[in-house]
């Protein structure tokens, strides 16, 4: 197969920053159609009022799709919330467990503090992300996301059985699995997990730029991951988890947590539903089911990935004096939008 036509994709899971940083990497997501936008800004988004000037800002930095999501705290007013989807502006409400990643300081520390937005979501059929990770200190990092499932996201499927929600970046065999087993639930998976494991991020000495939140896990979890993306079960699709950060604050003695994959991550995942032979299954996961599962209609534009000579993918995005290092996946790339 020398060319792939597919429905435009969306990314359902976006890191855009703000300020200079948005300036400079919104326009790399100009291969989706449309991205949920993360609202973990400092200050937070958490008002139906600061995602519309937030959206503002994104349409002027270049990026014409955003989908914004609201960031819940233990004081978020579930009228706000209600009223913000209801208008059309919030596509979903962020769940961010307090300490769990960059910006997350203000996310949730008390699951019961936030019950009556909950219950108001459900009510009103507004979506929940979740970042799918226990934040307590005696849990390993690498266990996070299976503690995370038995602790807190079991009996919250137990309490809202009607509330939609998004375990975003999932990371292990175990989250593939309690996906599948429970209904009214989609997953988003990274480029980077799909590529990479923890080998590759700390044999032969740490590779900051590979270290994001969810941490790589080992090739087990990947390979798991690797066939729920390509095996075409509707539960699954991109989410890329973009995450820029100055290239400084990656290589620094505590770095960074993200990896800024948006300008490679359609010619990264041709590659990867490839090595699966499953290239045929390449639309579901990054055009069809995110929209499915959020209620929205599947673009109508198209894109066709072609097969190039080998290429090695940029290396970093820069302007001025700011500049964010690419993801890169290891290997020369094959595939192109270009």
Request: charge should be negative; include cysteine; aromatic fraction near 6%.
């Amino acid at each position: 197969m020398d060319s792939l036509t597919i429905r435009r994709p969306d990314d359902w899971h976006l890191h855009l920053r703000d300020g200079e940083m948005l300036s400079l990497v919104a326009p790399e997501s100009r291969d989706f159609a449309r991205a949920i936008v993360m609202p973990n800004l400092v200050p937070p988004v958490v008002t139906g009022a600061e995602a519309a000037a937030y959206r503002e800002r994104i349409l002027a930095a270049g990026f014409a799709g955003p989908l914004m999501t609201l960031y819940l705290t233990e004081t978020t007013d579930p009228a706000d919330v209600v009223a913000a989807h209801a208008s059309g502006l919030v596509t979903a409400v962020k769940l961010y467990p307090a300490g769990a990643t960059t910006n997350s300081a203000s996310g949730v520390r008390d699951m019961e503090a936030v019950r009556p937005v909950l219950v108001a979501m459900e009510e009103a059929g507004v979506p929940l992300c979740l970042h799918g990770e226990v934040t307590s200190p005696e849990t390993d990092i690498f266990d996070r996301e299976a503690v995370f499932l038995d602790r807190v996201l079991t009996p919250l499927r137990k309490a809202h059985p009607a509330l939609k929600l998004t375990l975003e970046h999932v990371t292990t065999a175990e989250a593939v699995a309690w996906v599948r087993g429970n209904d009214n639930v989609g997953a988003t998976i990274t480029v980077q997990h799909l590529m990479k494991s923890r080998n590759d991020m700390l044999v032969g000495g740490m590779r900051p730029h590979l270290y994001c939140l969810p941490i790589l896990k080992r090739a087990h979890h990947r390979d798991a991951l690797r066939e729920a993306a390509t095996s075409g079960d509707p539960c699954f699709f991109l989410g890329t988890d973009s995450a820029p950060h100055p290239t400084h604050a990656k290589e620094a003695a505590c770095c960074a947590a993200g990896c800024f994959t948006a300008p490679i991550a359609l010619p990264c995942l041709a590659h990867v539903f490839e090595e699966e032979e499953a290239l045929d299954r390449l639309e579901g996961f990054a055009s069809l089911h995110g929209p499915a599962h959020y209620g929205l209609p599947a673009n109508a534009e198209t894109v066709t990935l072609r097969r190039t000579a080998p290429y090695a993918a940029p290396s970093r995005v820069a302007r001025g004096g700011l500049s964010v290092e690419l993801f890169d996946p290891g290997h020369p790339l094959h595939w192109s939008l270009r």
